[in-house]
């Protein structure tokens, strides 16, 4: 299972400049921290991977399966940077309607939001309405939606912004349960120390193009000589974000 880019460009208007440009990319397996700055095109890479956005040239498929058809949502997840709760509907309410609108009967978004909620330690707020739910538990909903139609990939932006170092680090835990053999988690952030270090690849964006792709040790490798352990993941960041490019 391959979820890949190829030769993507994308802008917002036709008369606006491109965001990405003949970008080629593959999403590893396993959990995959996306970092850049402010503007890079992470949201924008995160949207056409969901096939939310339609490339303005290339392709973006999973396996033989384009972007562009409804089977490919189905197979692939994408949680935004806000989560909508939506009026008057429970956690499990909420997170069932995802599944039908991905095509699941009623009956079966029903009982497959149980076990998303429960995958996402929601299980004893399914019956609360998500109007009520704290902003690091509507998130958890978020992802128990990208969960429910069983997707291949989940691409998630990003997920922590905004909360307090208890929710981040129950959030982050569970983000690395998630990820596993069969599922493969794309996640932007800007939390670079917190969550790079246990993440099994990193990709940085800068300025719309990939500027690195790799294993998470080989990203730890680009911090200069000398950077104290608790700094190499910032430091390697700053080398790699701020280099013309590198591979
Ligand atoms: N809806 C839009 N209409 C026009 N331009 C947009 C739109 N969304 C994003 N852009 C522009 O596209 C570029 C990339 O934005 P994008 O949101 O993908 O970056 P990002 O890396 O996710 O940034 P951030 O970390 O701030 O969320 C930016 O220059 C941004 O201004």
Redesign the pocket.
């Known amino acids: 299972m391959s979820l890949v880019l190829e030769a993507v460009s994308f802008a917002?208007?036709r008369r606006?400049r491109r965001?990405l440009s003949g970008l080629d990319y593959a999403v590893p397996p396993g959990l995959t921290i996306l970092l850049?700055p402010?503007?890079?095109?992470?949201?924008?890479?995160l949207k056409l991977a969901a096939g939310v956005n339609r490339p303005l040239t290339g392709t973006v498929r999973l396996d033989r399966v384009s972007s562009l058809s409804k089977e490919y949502r189905r197979k692939v997840a994408w949680m935004p940077q806000s989560i909508t709760a939506m009026t008057g509907l429970t956690a499990r309410e909420q997170v069932a309607y995802t599944g039908w609108l991905k095509g699941m009967s009623r009956g079966e978004a029903w009982d497959a939001a149980a076990t998303a909620l429960e995958r996402v330690q929601m299980g004893e707020h399914s019956g609360v309405r998500t109007k009520r739910l704290s902003g690091g538990q509507l998130r958890r909903v978020g992802v128990a939606s990208a969960l429910v139609h069983g997707a291949r990939v989940l691409l998630l932006d990003?997920p922590t912004a905004g909360m307090d170092p208890t929710q981040r680090r129950v959030f982050r835990d569970l983000v690395l349960r998630l990820a596993t053999d069969d599922v493969r988690v794309l996640l932007?952030t800007?939390d670079v120390a917190d969550l790079a270090e246990e993440a099994d690849h990193v990709t940085t964006?800068t300025g719309g193009r990939i500027t690195y792709s790799g294993s998470t040790a080989d990203f730890l490798g680009h911090a200069p000589e000398g950077t104290p352990e608790a700094r190499r993941a910032e430091a390697s960041y700053t080398a790699l974000t701020s280099a013309p490019s590198v591979h």
């Open positions: 917002y208007g606006t965001v850049g402010n503007g890079a095109g992470k949201t924008t890479l990003e932007s800007h964006l």
